[in-house]
Every structure is written in structure tokens, then in C-alpha cells.
């Protein structure tokens, strides 16, 4: 059955489709297919900023644009239209699996282009950080996800922006345009510029921005990234673009509208690329099959400051103790050979036995090294 056809049936009718609606979502085509004709209305109006012009995917083939029948049996999408939004990201999602960094993260544009990613989970202050900084400082780019290219494109994805209605229940959520929330246009031409990793708590009074080094920034921003592991060498990749972005940063705040001079600031100027601090690992006794991906953090010819591992699709941190660990147990040494290569590293310890065993043990079970 096609896609009208399951939208007819939900909707328990045999009548005609009323509406066919045309949106692009992160770049690719979509088409809404519903009844009522003020379903239409309220998503047009909605989904104002991701409807095809001349210049946009308004010509594309039509097998190449993908039907998404919309529920609208009241004459208005279910929920206010909050799950086609949700159904819309995921699909677009999707069909950039294996291609682009994909952030779950706020898009500010400066006015030529440059974006900076504010990256939080659901429910940190990504929507609150958009319609505050883009009201009068920035062009929103979205408040959902940051799309990126290899060559650090951005795709825009204006998208309706989900504000809570009434602060005592904070999932009453009403789906608003950026038009009706007076955001300002981004350019159409846009460029990762900065990544920041939003950190809002009630004791971040004023403001602050520090940077994030190493396995800590990897950790922090690996959870906020769709099908990381689906990429080609997904932590080179990561790397690459946190350095070419002049690193990664936390900013640290209680209201997002203090802050807001902070990231001006941060974005006065392009950013400057950071030298690169990591190299892909390799360790001499080979890396395990388990093993998709993994850097370690260093300076020439110094030890190890630390690394990150992913397992499957597991990140795992590691410091320069656990560095040193997996190099030896991968070059066959266990036991007390194993507990004597880390004290010649690391210095003696009374308890160096036991220590030394516990980290084997807690990195054999998260998979970073074979059990012997």
C-alpha cells in the first residue's frame, strides 16, 4: 500500500487525499500527505523556513521524494504536529548515515556564514539557547540537529521550534515557526565554525567557557552524535573537525541570555585551527577485532595522556595508566610481567599488584583487551 493509501486508512476514510506538502529536512525532500486542508495550513506555516524555493530541491525527481502520510483526523496534525517533527528528523537522518557528522545540537549563524553547534541532550537548553541568541544576535539554523560535512558544510535545518506552554508541566509543548518566534534568517551558505557543549546548572552564576581537551572532550560529545560508528574512521573524523573548529568548548551557565555576550564574543572572528594533539592508536601487539575506532592523546615522543576506544560502538576513556595497560597486555604480557612493565612506567606502589589487576580486569570486560 502507498503512502497515501496508509494515510487514508488511518484516518478511516476512502476520500481522496486533501493535501500534498512539500518540506526539505536537512537537505533531503520530503512530502506530507494529509486530509484537511487547515492541517495544511498549520504545517505550512509551521515548517515556513524548510519549504522548497526555486533554488532548493523544489525540482527534484519525484522518486526521489519520500511520502510521509500525516495523521490529522481533527483537521490538525496529532500532537500539534510534535511527532511528524520527530518522524521527519530521524528519516532525514537517516539517509545521512555514513556520510556527515550528525549533531544533536542548536545552529547559530553569524551573518556570513559561520555556525556555531550548541551541543546538549534533549532537554538542556538547546531550544531556550536558539530562540534567545537567534531573537537578535544570530540567524537559526535549527534548534535539532548541526549536520556537517567532511569539508565542514553545514545543512540548515530550520525546523518548528517545540516551547513548553506552561512552565508547571514541562512537557506541554506547543510547535511553533521561527517565524512566529521573530528568529532571525541565517545565510545560505553556512560553515562549522565552533563547537560548544552546553552545560546549564543553577551554580554557573556568571557564566563561563572552558576548553575541553583530549579523551574529556571526545567523552563529552560522543553521546550527542547520530550513528557516529556508522562513519569511516568515525574518532579521526571527530578529531579532525574539533580541530579545525579551534576545539571544543564548555560553556558553563545558569540563564542562556547572560551568556549571550560570551558567545558574540567566541564568534567576533573566525575560529583558528588547533594542532592536532592526537594520532590514530595503533598499539605495537595490533588493535583487537572488537575495536572500531580508536586515538590516543599525546606529544612526541612524551607517554601517553590518554585515549579513547570505540568498542563496537562503546566509547571508552581511558587515562594514561589505562594506555599504558592495554599496550602491554596487547604485547602478550600478564601477570606479574604485565604488573612489573606498569611499575618501570609508572613508578612503585604498595598495592601495585592489585591495582594493576583490577584496571586488566575492568578493561577486559568493557572489551578493549581480549581475555587472555
Known amino acids: 500500500m502507498s503512502p497515501i493509501g496508509r494515510a487514508l486508512e488511518e484516518s478511516g476514510t476512502t476520500e481522496p487525499a486533501g493535501f500534498a506538502l512539500d518540506v526539505v529536512v536537512l537537505g533531503r525532500p520530503f512530502r506530507l500527505i494529509g486530509r484537511h486542508p487547515a492541517t495544511r495550513d498549520a504545517l505550512a506555516r509551521q515548517w515556513s523556513r524548510c519549504r522548497p524555493t526555486d533554488a532548493s530541491p523544489g525540482r527534484t525527481p519525484p522518486e526521489e521524494i519520500r511520502e510521509v502520510p500525516v495523521r490529522d483526523r481533527e483537521g490538525y496534525p496529532a500532537d500539534g504536529g510534535y511527532s511528524l517533527t520527530t518522524t521527519l528528523t530521524a528519516a532525514a537522518i537517516e539517509q545521512h548515515v555514513g556520510r556527515r557528522l550528525m549533531f544533536h545540537a542548536a545552529g547559530l549563524a553569524t551573518d556570513d556564514g559561520r555556525v556555531v553547534a550548541l551541543i546538549a541532550p534533549s532537554g538542556h537548553g538547546k531550544t531556550t539557547a536558539a530562540t534567545t541568541l537567534c531573537a537578535d544576535r544570530f540567524g537559526y539554523v535549527t534548534d535539532e540537529t548541526v549536520s556537517v560535512g567532511d569539508d565542514l558544510s553545514v545543512d540548515a535545518y530550520p525546523k518548528p521550534l517545540s516551547v513548553v506552554t506552561d512552565p508547571k508541566r514541562p512537557y506541554s509543548k506547543a510547535q511553533h515557526s521561527p517565524d512566529d518566534l521573530g528568529l532571525r534568517q541565517c545565510p545560505e551558505c553556512l560553515v562549522l565554525d565552533r563547537m560548544i557543549v552546553l552545560d546549564r546548572r543553577e551554580d554557573a552564576d556568571p557564566p563561563a567557557v572552558r ?112 594506555v599504558a595497560v592495554v599496550e602491554a597486555a596487547l604485547a602478550g604480557l600478564g601477570g606479574e610481567e604485565l604488573v612489573a612493565e606498569i611499575v618501570e612506567l609508572a613508578g612503585p606502589h604498595p598495592r601495585a599488584a592489585e591495582l594493576v589487576g583490577k584496571l586488566a580486569e575492568d578493561l577486559r570486560r568493557a572489551g578493549v583487551i581480549p581475555h587472555p
Open 211 to 322: 576548553p575541553l581537551d583530549g579523551p574529556e572532550a571526545l567523552m563529552a560529545v560522543m553521546p550527542q552524535i547520530s550513528a557516529l560508528t556508522s562513519l569511516p574512521r568515525p574518532l579521526e573524523r571527530l578529531c579532525r573537525t574539533i580541530d579545525r573548529c579551534g576545539g571544543l568548548l564548555r560553556l558553563s551557565y545558569r540563564q542562556i541570555g547572560h551568556a549571550a555576550p560570551l558567545v558574540s564574543d567566541l564568534t567576533a572572528r573566525p575560529a583558528v585551527a588547533t594542532d592536532p594533539t592526537w594520532e590514530p592508536w595503533h598499539p605495537p601487539g595490533g588493535r583487537p577485532a572488537e575495536w572500531t575506532d580508536a586515538v590516543v592523546f599525546g606529544a612526541g615522543d612524551q607517554p601517553a595522556q590518554g585515549a579513547v576506544v570505540l568498542v563496537g560502538r562503546v566509547p571508552v576513556g581511558l587515562g594514561p595508566l589505562g
